[in-house]
């Protein structure tokens, strides 16, 4: 595993004050689960922003023979569905999968998410302010189950920022805007059910706006027995002419390769930055592995003008795993192993500093120089 001069977890879920919870008023006993997949950009102040996926969970979510759900209602705010134990399978630690809509998986959550600003250093070693008063959180119905999973892109000094909607009426992704990197006005859902992982590109290409996005389904059509491509959730990309409305490209992007590894799925991890050799993208394979799988963080690099070209694809080489001497002080907290999952990247002189979550329990940022992508002239 390779050394880096900055690979530290920043943020645990031992930091974050729960009395500034928006489910602070529900009246029952929460905890965080996790503090972790962080939106990631430069204020105008220099200093870093993260926009934290905080998972907040029930302490006791089973009494008797019941099992208890969060979630946000429009009309009553945050609640607690029960369920008959016997009729839920809680294998998953992360779900509650409803046994009596089966083959069909439906599923309620064992935490619900919401939004938090972190403000570090212009190195991203420290914290310096944790934005308690900026908290994104539930608003509307498509957001019942919660808010994940922020990217951040910041495109003609304005900052756009994708997250997750989790709800029974749709999965989808849904677009904030900001003009200085802490107060975001929600401007509604651009893609429709099951996209997550939509990164925008930090900037126009030839009058056109970018996005990686990673469409899913529970159904998925075999490849051609000679060819190296696998089947399976991969990444694709779409257009716009103004970021709010999104035409898919014709042609797939990066999917999966048969390397022997038995790779399940790829999806977008970092947004997209301009370098002087090309788009610098980082992105998540999982491997297959029991119930979640290994996640791992990967690098391509694109053509600055047509990014759907593919400079470089590396997909031998993980340029992140997780890293178990990181978090050996959380191992009464952690509840999934192996996996990385990056989630923003910006510019400091000779080097990156990246933002992951690590196990989905916590912050983890690494300074990677920029001659490990052969990138060591851009500034």
């Known amino acids: 595993m390779t050394n880096r001069p900055f690979d530290n977890i920043i943020l645990t879920p031992a930091d974050i004050d729960l009395s500034f919870s928006p489910m602070r008023d529900l009246h029952e006993e929460t ?5 972790f997949n962080p939106g990631m950009s430069r204020l105008p102040n220099g ?8 998972a907040e969970a029930l302490k006791n979510p089973i009494v008797g023979n019941e099992v208890k759900a969060l979630r946000w209602d429009e009309n009553r705010g945050f609640t607690i569905d029960k369920y008959p134990i016997d009729e839920v399978d809680i294998s998953d630690p992360r779900h509650l999968l409803l046994k009596k809509y089966l083959p069909m998986e439906v599923l309620a959550l064992t935490s619900l998410s919401w939004i938090l600003p972190v403000e570090l250093n212009a190195e991203g070693t420290q914290i310096k302010n944790i934005h308690y008063d900026k908290i994104i959180s539930p608003k509307n119905s498509s957001q019942e189950y ?5 990217r951040i892109s910041l495109i003609d000094g304005k900052y756009f920022m994708t997250v997750c909607t989790v709800s029974s ?8 805007s900001s003009e200085d990197g802490l107060n975001y006005r929600c401007e509604g859902i651009i893609l429709d059910h099951q996209n997550k992982d939509m990164l925008l590109f930090e900037g126009c290409i030839e009058g056109k706006y970018y996005a990686l996005t990673r469409p899913l389904g529970m159904l998925y059509f075999a490849t051609n027995p000679k060819s190296n491509i696998a089947p399976g959730p991969g990444i694709n990309m779409a257009e716009s002419l103004d970021l709010l409305h999104w035409k898919p490209c014709d042609k797939p992007f990066i999917r999966q390769i048969n390397t022997g590894s038995e790779m399940m799925k790829l999806g977008g991890g970092a947004q997209p930055i301009k370098t002087e050799q ?17 996640y791992r963080t ?12 593919i400079i470089h694809l590396e997909l031998n080489k993980p340029l992140l795993e997780s890293k178990p001497s990181l978090t050996a002080h959380l191992k009464e907290n952690i509840y999934i192993n192996d996996v990385v999952f990056t989630t923003g990247i910006v510019v400091s002189d000779d080097k990156y500093i ?4 690590e196990l989905d329990l916590c912050v983890r940022i690494t300074h990677i120089p920029k001659t490990e992508f052969h990138l060591s002239n851009q500034h």
């Open 31 to 35: 905890y965080v689960l996790g503090a």
């Open 47 to 54: 200093n870093i922003i993260l926009m934290v996926r905080i």
């Open 146 to 150: 919660g808010i994940e999973d922020a």
């Open 169 to 176: 009426e749709r999965h989808a992704t849904t677009l904030y």
């Open 278 to 294: 090309g788009w610098l993208v980082l992105f998540h394979g999982v491997e297959k592995n029991k119930d979640i799988g290994i």
């Open 298 to 309: 990967y690098w391509a690099l694109l053509n600055s003008k047509d990014p759907l070209q």
């Open 354 to 357: 990246v933002a992951s979550g």
